[in-house]
């Protein structure tokens, strides 16, 4: 589902962040004890009435401590091309600045339809600077105050006016995947690899997103869209400038995949941003591959000691296959379409609710949970509630009691009966009395 894209731009310390949170619903953040998860957010799903949307916060993009000036124009620089709006947030209280027409000058050389959002003006002073603004020469201001909740309304109105209805989205029903991770770890390659294999039959109409590649091919009867980022980056000062640049291509990739190939280099091991990226696929409920690439370089390689290693190294994400290979020479490329195809089965597999109820209520009473206050959680009724991944309700006396031990039991029990290797599961109590 391609999702029309919102960046947020502007100097620092104008409330970018701030502004992001409060469009998209909620403080964005991880789970505090998933190791390896980044806190910050910078890419996210957003609903508005009856439109969905992607919103950028180019203030979480990381950049090189070079000049002041650099750096926003490097901000500026991806949200230009990754936009369909641009939300250009000025601060209200300190008014116009030489770094807002920096700014400035980026955008009014692009096409892309500006909307200025002069935000902190919850107060007579702040107001007063508001007309300041119309010097910059755009043709759309609103006045908000992102953390009083001022003029919000009116800002989303304005962003989501030309956006297709939720319902006007057409869904692709087809699996889809893609091959994820920093620069240099081989993606490139393996795509080559993937798309050359004897079995693998490649569609000449592939389609185009703004940055990706849709590539569409058959397998075992099965059509699939690989969706490549990898061969994408952009040369230049400005792009290689910005580590986290890759990241956001890979995390739009991710949002339109059902199953990421997460590529890692066996050279070189694993690294916090390779845990970053597979963070947010799990947080996103996407099933995960991962590839070691590059096994030929590894000398005196041994799979057991590797495995060992990633498994330590990528705790919160053990249901996930490994695949070791090596692109560049394709020895063991032909493990991997097979794992692709199971976890592919994995994310959208459905289990019968009477199945599902002994399964549980086995494991129920076989490891009864710990009492608390004198009361016991009781679970009456489970049901498979989603696909994609799967996701399992269960009714109960006090959802309260539910203490995340217990939840994590009920996870590796339903692991045990069913196939579901490579994909995250979602569980959800709910009590007997909610509607």
């Known amino acids: 589902m391609n999702l029309p894209i919102v960046s947020l731009v502007g100097r620092p310390n104008v409330g970018k962040s701030t502004l992001f949170n409060k469009i998209v619903g909620s403080k964005i953040s991880i789970i505090e004890d998933t190791p390896g998860v980044t806190r910050d957010r910078i890419y996210s799903e957003a ?3 009856d439109t969905l949307f992607s919103v950028i916060d180019t203030g979480g993009i990381d950049v090189s401590r070079e000049l002041f000036n650099d750096e926003i124009k490097i901000q500026a620089s991806i949200a230009i091309e990754e936009s369909d709006v641009v939300v250009f947030v000025v601060d209200g209280k300190e008014g116009l600045t030489e770094n807002d027409r920096v700014v400035r000058d980026m955008l009014r050389k692009s096409k892309k339809r500006v909307i200025v959002a002069i935000n902190k003006i919850d107060n007579k002073q702040s107001q007063e600077h508001l007309y300041d603004f119309y010097e910059l020469g755009f043709s759309e201001y609103i006045g908000v105050s992102a953390e009083h909740n001022i003029g919000m309304y009116e800002l989303l109105d304005a962003i989501t006016k030309d956006f297709p209805k939720r319902e006007d989205i057409q869904e692709d029903d087809r699996l889809k995947f893609s091959v994820i991770g920093r620069p240099n770890v081989g993606k490139s390659s393996l795509i080559n690899a993937l798309v050359n294999e004897e079995r693998v039959i490649v569609s000449n109409t592939a389609g185009t997103t703004r940055d990706a590649i849709d590539t569409t091919f058959k397998y075992e009867k099965q059509e699939f869209v690989l969706i490549d980022t990898a061969g ?9 400038a910005v580590e986290k640049y890759s990241l956001l291509r890979s995390l739009k990739a991710i949002d339109r995949s059902d199953v990421c ?15 970053h990226i597979a963070g947010y696929a799990l947080e996103r409920g996407k099933g995960i591959i991962i590839v070691v690439n590059k096994w030929d370089k590894v000398e005196n390689p041994n799979i057991k000691e590797y495995t060992d290693y990633v498994r330590r190294e990528f705790q919160f994400i053990t249901y996930a296959p490994i695949v070791f290979l090596s692109a560049l020479t394709k020895k063991r490329i032909h493990t991997l379409m097979p794992e692709i195809l199971r976890v592919c ?4 597999r459905q289990i ?25 959680l009781k679970i009456y009724f489970s049901s498979q509630t989603g696909v994609k991944p799967p996701k399992f309700t269960f009714r109960v006396n006090n959802k309260g009691l539910v ?6 039991y009920l996870e590796n029990k339903l692991r045990e ?4 290797e490579g994909t995250p599961v979602v569980l959800q109590f709910k009590n007997k009395t909610d509607d």
């Open 403 to 408: 203490h995340f031990s217990y939840e994590r």
């Open 417 to 420: 009966n069913f196939e579901l």
């Open 261 to 275: 190939l997460l590529v890692i280099n066996a050279e070189e091991g694993i690294i916090e941003h390779d845990k």
């Open 352 to 376: 019968s609710t009477s199945v599902l109820n002994d399964v549980i209520m086995d494991a129920y009473a076989l490891n009864l949970p710990p009492s608390y206050k004198g009361k016991r």
């Open 232 to 240: 994408m980056r952009k040369q230049g000062k400005i792009y290689e």
């Open 345 to 348: 089965e994995n994310v959208k």
């Open 47 to 49: 609903s508005y009435k």
